[in-house]
């Protein structure tokens, strides 16, 4: 990857956690953890991976993106903010009353959303439901979906992992986003889901594992996703919950509050030198 | 005496006859093709059917992908699966969004039979009531229900349609100029003394039962509700009112299912004495459809006795 493209990217996952600071702190609640840890990840899908078209979101061609995390919206509703889908100022009115920006995302709400989603485990399945209709209308359009490691836990997730790979979804491409923590404490001490990388490839996918903040590993794999034919592709997404905010950093008390005033100085004030950095 | 047919022949057969003129359908089903009927369609458009194993979380999701992708789903499977097993998938990923998912739900009730309690599904209508926008439509029979299914199929909002596994009468098909729309009950049989409205299994012995207490000189007005919801509370508030007392039987729970919307609407727009029939708050068991209707009180004698302790209620 070229420096300034890497550089390009940096600065947008950097928004993008701004904006998840932004409008969490505004709506005095939220899910800012699990938002942080896929700032790579909505950066790269909506700035490079996705053929969308913020003039006509509803378009049948375009790519669709699930966010199975649905919890996480603060972060998709940031990258869709900086791709120009609705304005920036609009994110301050996030679960508010009368919002398009709802508490999990909601797809009549927001006509740039293609699922709604909030009730863990269902996302994987509404993306096969989806990759099977390019299939079926033999569309080029992809599917891709963002999952939470403990959302895996969730069986549902492994009933649509077989189904994608029993009928061949190679257009479906499952982002697992692996950072280690969920409401309760450790995924691993909560309820174990490791080894998901031999689990996944013996499901029948093509399993690429990458550290879900590095760019240049972000991009292979995506592009691994794309060359691979006859069966879907799960990317192991390495990642930190409440990354680039250090107090949140690892932290499972950080999975579903917002910033005290002094906190949300003090998150702004390290992002914004992240920008100078 | 009408042909019998199960109502679950109709989904099969429905879905066939509409598979050419609708490119845009598509049939799922978890592990049951072959007695949901789902299977007249796979033969005829295999392309567009997908078996998605015993799976009917992961079924009602990949139903919810497939419509918010243009197509027109019916994810079939039995009713205890559908609206039970599924239920918060069916809530969250296609009632919420609205997407034009048909959850077409065979074997409800009791005269599943002999499979028991554990398959007998007598909380569905109940539990897809409460769900905004589900439109919920309960057929009498074969005829009526290849209508609903076609009428469903046309609208572009979720839908549970419920289907039986016993073969009942196809009244329907020996009417002339039957016509089905969704939302509109079906005044089956004109009467003044009570007012007993049916859904789906009990229609045919609503008529029956009509028929015995004309023997004994009162006079039965019959409705059909075949949609539940919405439900067509100005047909049953204008008979109420007519007759002074209702009678509602159904293959359900007494609570959640028929029973209770009529007592909803009643009670809000006409009140006035209703007895309920169906299964009283308690568990099935194994039995042949026929004795398990009798033991728990859905036959045509039965009606016809509860009706008269219903018209006595009127008068007290």
Request: glycine share 10%; proline share 4%; with cysteine.
């Amino acid at each position: 990857m070229e420096a300034s493209v890497r550089k390009e990217l940096t600065e947008l996952a950097r928004k993008v956690r701004v904006g998840v600071i932004e409008s969490t702190n505004a709506a005095r609640c939220g899910h800012p953890g699990g938002s942080l840890s896929i700032a790579e990840i909505v950066a790269w899908l909506y700035f490079r991976e996705m053929r969308v078209d913020p003039k006509a979101p509803q378009d049948p061609d375009r790519d669709r993106f699930v966010l199975s995390k649905g919890h996480t919206a603060p972060a998709l509703y940031t990258a869709l903010a900086l791709r120009g889908f609705f304005p920036w100022e609009e994110l301050f009115t996030l679960r508010k009353l009368g919002t398009r920006l709802q508490g999990h995302p909601s797809m009549h709400a927001l006509d740039c959303i293609d699922m709604s989603t909030g009730s863990l485990g269902q996302g994987v399945s509404t993306a096969c439901g989806m990759a099977l209709a390019a299939k079926l209308d033999r569309k080029d359009y992809r599917v891709y979906t963002v999952i939470g490691d403990g959302e895996s836990e969730e069986g549902q997730v492994w009933e649509a992992a077989m189904f994608a790979a029993h009928y061949r979804l190679d257009n479906l491409c499952a982002v697992f986003d692996l950072n280690g923590l969920q409401i309760d404490g450790e995924v691993k001490k909560v309820m174990n889901i490791a080894p998901m990388a031999d689990k996944l490839r013996a499901f029948g996918w093509e399993v690429c594992e990458i550290n879900g903040h590095d760019f240049d590993e972000i991009e292979r794999a995506f592009e691994t996703a794309r060359q691979t034919k006859g069966r879907p592709t799960a990317i192991l997404s390495h990642s930190v919950k409440g990354k680039g905010v250090s107090f949140m950093e690892n932290q499972a008390a950080w999975h579903g509050k917002a910033t005290s005033p002094e906190e949300y100085e003090k998150a702004m004030a390290e992002l914004t030198a992240a920008r100078e950095a | 005496m009408a042909e019998k047919k199960a109502t679950r022949e109709a989904l099969g057969d429905g879905l066939k006859a509409l598979g050419a003129s609708m490119p845009e359908l598509v049939v799922l089903t978890a592990d049951l093709a072959e007695t949901t009927r789902a299977e007249y369609f796979r033969r005829a458009f295999p392309d567009r059917f997908f078996n998605c194993g015993i799976q009917e979380g992961n079924m009602m999701g990949v139903a919810a992908g497939l419509a918010a992708a243009g197509k027109t789903v019916f994810a079939t499977t039995f009713a205890m699966f559908a609206a039970g097993r599924a239920f918060e998938q069916i809530r969250n990923s296609i009632a919420y969004p609205g997407l034009n998912v048909k959850i077409a739900a065979t074997h409800a009730g009791i005269s599943v039979g002999e499979d028991g309690a554990s398959h007998q599904c007598n909380e569905d209508i109940g539990l897809m009531r409460t769900l905004p926008g589900m439109t919920i439509v309960n057929p009498a029979d074969y005829t009526e229900a290849l209508f609903a299914v076609e009428a469903c199929a046309r609208l572009k909002t979720p839908c549970y349609l419920r289907f039986g596994r016993a073969a009942v009468p196809d009244l329907s098909a020996g009417e002339a100029g039957y016509r089905f729309e969704i939302g509109r009950g079906r005044l089956l049989r004109e009467g003044t003394d009570v007012t007993v409205i049916a859904t789906g299994l009990t229609v045919s012995m609503a008529l029956e039962a009509a028929q015995l207490l004309a023997n004994e000189g009162i006079s039965a007005e019959v409705i059909n509700i075949h949609t539940v919801k919405p439900l067509d509370t100005a047909l049953i508030c204008r008979s109420a009112a007519k007759t002074g007392c209702v009678l509602t039987a159904e293959e359900h729970n007494i609570i959640g299912g028929l029973g209770s919307a009529v007592a909803e609407a009643l009670s809000e727009s006409c009140p006035i004495p209703l007895t309920r029939v169906g299964m009283p708050d308690c568990w099935g068991e194994s039995g042949s459809a026929a004795a398990l209707l009798e033991k728990y009180g859905l036959t045509p004698a039965d009606l016809a006795r509860q009706t008269k302790a219903a018209i006595a209620k009127k008068k007290a």
